[in-house]
């Protein structure tokens, strides 16, 4: 009877999914890269679906919807597409990094809206978003630094707040909010939402790795993990 019902669920998501040919070509695109493949190439959406997963399957499409659309207006120096990339790279990161499915959902779902404050700000205050990134490729220093600096707040922060008020729930606020920070784990050698997912945006953006919080917090397998990782995706996109 479980075996029926997962079929069925499967074959509705199938269905989602087939009326998108964006999403379509993307999931499976992603499945036969070298971050999931394994053994022969995949040509249907169903083996698609059931070799991702549908809860990662469900996130890929709620990835769709958020980023679906950019700023009505190009703004300089910002790429709602590469967003979107480096959304989906942060997911699949905290995928493999997470242990416990239910701290997986969480930071998953933290994973792909951690820079919705970025798109914010490009859909509602372009200006300011533009003279951050000028400002962070100027002094080169990172974009949440400039931010800071201009404005008093982060992209981070406003991210977070409208998650907040979206009703998303406070350990997804919480992690969207720290992603760039090194957030105390709740347990050593173990990594929670907040700290699965600032990890991988670390890794991820090339920024100095943070060797000495994942040693003092018990992290140094799950960071070498996350660099290996970082590797294949950056070989899958090639």
Sequence with gaps: RKAVCVSAVAAEN???????????????????????????????????????????????????????????KPVPGFSHTDLQAMSLRRLLLVERLVKDPVTRATAGTAALLADIGQLALAMGAPERLTAAIARAAEAKIPLEQAESELYGTTHAVIGSYLLG????????????????????????????????????????????????????????????????????????DR
Aim: aromatic letters at 6%; proline letters at 7%.
């Design 14 to 72: 199938v269905d989602l999914v087939g009326r998108d040919p964006a999403l379509s070509a993307h999931l499976l695109r992603l499945v036969n890269s070298s971050f999931f493949c394994r053994g022969s190439a995949i040509a249907d959406l169903k083996t698609a679906v059931v070799r991702l997963g549908l809860r990662l399957v469900r996130t890929l499409t709620l990835s769709a919807e958020v980023f679906g659309k950019g700023p009505p």
């Design 165 to 236: 008020i979206w009703g998303f729930p406070n350990l997804v606020v919480d992690a969207v909010a720290w992603h760039h920070q090194r957030p105390v784990p709740r347990a050593p050698g173990v990594l929670d939402a907040a700290s699965a997912v600032a990890l991988a945006t670390a890794v991820l953006e090339s920024a100095p790795l943070p060797t000495e919080w994942a040693k003092q917090h018990g992290l140094e397998s799950q960071l070498d993990l996350a660099r290996s990782l970082a590797e294949t995706l950056s070989g899958s």
